[in-house]
Antibody, heavy 121, light 113 residues
């Protein structure tokens, strides 16, 4: 069974870049079944999909965040990553990595525990 | 984007009673060619990630008790917990995965005992 674990700074200053990594265990990031996604959850906006990436590098981003988001895959480390630039307080949220099977538009079947990122000076 | 609207925002149900949560989509999420509704339901408990409990509107995931059931088609969907147990307390979300560009979630329904 696939397991996911988010890691990264819990505090980011306004205007800086939020960087998170999701480490995959119990399976290979090269598995052509899975799409690897990022979501976030804040009290104000609920659950929001940020984007997804396939092992080949194909990316799918939420249009509302697309100008600030970059996702990448590191096959050698079995990890995928999220960068969100020019953050403000509204980007404060719990960030989750999660998988979908078959396509990025699918139910999220495996989730990491989530990591709280606070944007504050 | 398709907007998913849940009702009620919260409900309190006695142990052993039925809980019903509704989810309405802003457009149909029934794909005519395969007759599938592209909606999922999740359960979330404090400090935990959401847990997928139902996909394709009515297919229970492995390990999910059969007191959980999903129904509906087109734009109107329902999650029913037939006999509420203490472990069922939490927040429930619906999600559509029908169309690009983005999967979207309902705002959540809090179930209390």
């Amino acid at each position: 069974q696939v397991q996911l674990q988010e890691s990264g700074p819990g505090l980011v200053k306004p205007s800086e870049t939020l960087s998170l990594t999701c480490t995959v265990s119990g399976g290979s990031i090269r598995n052509n079944t899975y799409y690897w996604g990022w979501l976030r959850q804040s009290p104000g906006k609920g659950l929001e999909w940020i984007g997804s990436i396939y092992y080949s590098g194909s990316t799918y981003y939420n249009p509302s965040l697309k100008s600030r988001v970059t996702m990448s895959v590191d096959r050698s480390k079995n990890q995928f990553s999220l960068k969100l630039t020019s953050v403000t307080a509204v980007d404060t949220a719990v960030y989750f990595c999660a998988t979908t099977s078959g396509y990025y538009l699918a139910p999220f079947d495996y989730w990491g525990q989530g990591t709280l990122v606070t944007v504050s000076s | 984007d398709i907007v998913m609207t849940q009702s009620p925002d919260s409900l309190t149900v006695s142990l052993g009673e039925r809980a019903t949560i509704n989810c309405k989509s802003s457009q149909s999420i029934l794909y005519i060619s395969n007759n599938k509704n592209y909606v999922a339901w999740y359960q979330q408990k404090p400090g935990q990630p959401p847990r997928l409990i139902i996909s394709w509107a009515s297919t229970r995931e492995s390990g999910v008790p059969d007191r959980f059931s999903g129904s509906g088609s087109g734009t109107d969907f329902t999650l029913t917990i037939s006999s509420l147990q203490a472990d069922d307390a939490g927040v429930y979300y619906c999600q559509q995965y029908y169309t690009t560009p983005s999967p979207t979630f309902g705002q959540g329904t809090k179930v209390e005992i």
